[in-house]
């Protein structure tokens, strides 16, 4: 059905109108909460009317076909008219290059089990919009409860990405796997796909037999559907939409603690399984201080290298990058990252895309406390110097309105958003604050915030409101953090709490003496060098080194043969700016098996910086972009434009 009646449209106009007019589209109701018309609620990146007909559960059953690169299936939706809203209001999803089949109504009666049978209802799909792809609405009665939208995804949906068997590590099946954060949900399911809008799910994936299929869920797998490719999930704690993922491929699993495990290829499981040791530890680690882990178990997906991320929290099954499998677990601050989103981000949500900081910055803040847990403190600090050096960097790169952690992203990809200023300013603002309050203070502050936000969605003033409420009050301690300059403001205010690290002071005097000739190669004291030091020298190079000065270094530490996907990652950087002819084909071989858009792009930028270097990155970029994932491919394509 496409045709629309003119009387549909016209309730349709009026509709549209009327949820214009009323400045609460993505309100929650929940106890204690300001003003559900606070304009800072609404979500710029949505198209659906959560504030009048609001998504509350997803049941989903999808059939993986590989050859078409298409899911397909049926997602019922069920919804509850808000306080308010018109008895007509039309319901309004987000959808994003997806064909529409059929749309049902349906009614779940009181003492009834099912809302079946559905009706035929009168749906549109509304202009594209590039970004946010288009409305779907769909005309409701007023006692209508539930939707059924039979649908297909465009094998272009930015969400998945369809691996051939080969860019696999068995080479012998196909793999999926879909990335939703931040509004990419929406190209594989239609939903109200807002962070303050959340759901339960539950999920049926249709798989070739042979293959495994994994949710973000709790699996609910029986032996014998699994053999014939069927298998179910449930997701009963509500999240945002932007937290459903699923995976499928040559996956098995190896238990790492009693709620803590390691899905991979079999090929990987083994690496993957003695680099995640510590997992059960962390997840102990924030409970002790922070609050109970609320979502059961908490496992790890490793994915294949095209994974354009280093992870996502998906909640109880984060996804990974393979780059961190370092085999000295020198790489693991990435799995404390994503673990400790189970509370900042999966428990406690931005309620849009403008709050990305109260994800990302928390949750770095949360990270640092882990490793120097369970780590200790030395490789704390060199990893918080490590990022406040990288925040430096794009602060001289970004224009002041993007330096903002309360960041205006209207009209843009909020995407756009995840530069290193909301994680590791937002993790200096805690970090400011901890000092300034002392820990205990500040981990009792933590705690209760995590309590009384849990499963709900806020904005930076609900931050602010309980901040000041609960720690701040009018204390000495809190004059001296001026709020508006961290959450308003660019760059980095006056008085923030700078981490320090002996140990990467020391790898700084070494490269200077390096430099000005008064210590040779072997006198550099590397010998004890972590993966973090290592990191830090090369950073501490100049842009410009003489080629044998280069070779020096190789023939020392061989550089051009590490293995650790970081360490090489700025090694080649150093060799693209110098021309350093010996790791041309490393970098080569780089490029088309790593498809991390962090480690691959700032390569192809810099590569770019010459006329030769150009025509270079775009022979690699002609055989590595088949084997990128639609994110990566699309943020160097971009690069690849930009200066033509
Ligand atoms: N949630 C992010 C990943 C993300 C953010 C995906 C925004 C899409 C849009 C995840 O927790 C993350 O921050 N990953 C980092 C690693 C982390 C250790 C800083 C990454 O992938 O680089
Ligand atoms: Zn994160």
Redesign the pocket.
Known sequence: MSAMSSLFIGLIAVAFVVSMASPCLAAGAAPGRPAVDDPARSDRHTLGNPGQVRVGHLDLDLTVDFPRKELRGVAILEFQRQPGAPPDAPLFLDTRGLTIDEVGIGTMKPGQASPAPFAPARFQLGPKDPILGARLTIELTPQATHVRIAYRTAPTASALQWLEPALTAGKRQPFLFT?S??IHARTWIPLQDSPGVRITYAATVRVPPGLTAVMAADAQVQPEEARQGVFRFAMPQPIPSYLIAMAAGDLVFHALGPRTGVWAEPSVLAAAAHEFHDVEAMVGSIEKRFGPYRWGRSDILVLPPSFP?????NPKLTFATPTILAGDRSLV??IA??LA?SWS?NLVTNATWRDFWL??GF??YL?RRIIEDLYGSDRAAMESVLGLAELRQELREKPAPDQVLHIDLTGRDP?DG?TRIP?EKGALLLRTLEKAFGRSRFDDFLRSYFDRFAFQSITTADFVAYLKDHLLLDRDEAQAIDLAAWLEGPGLPAGFAEPKSTRLDAVDQAARSWLDGSRATDQLGSGDWTTHEWIRFLQALPEELPGDRLAELDRAFGLTGRGNAEIAHQWLLIAIRNGYAPADDRLKSYLTTIGRR?LVLPLFRAMLATPAGRQRAEAIYATARPGYHPITAESIDRLLKEGR
């Open positions: 990335q954060e931040a991320f280093g992870g996502m929290e601050s990435l990252h994503e989103h981000g994800n990302e949750t770095t990270e995407d995840m994680y962090k």
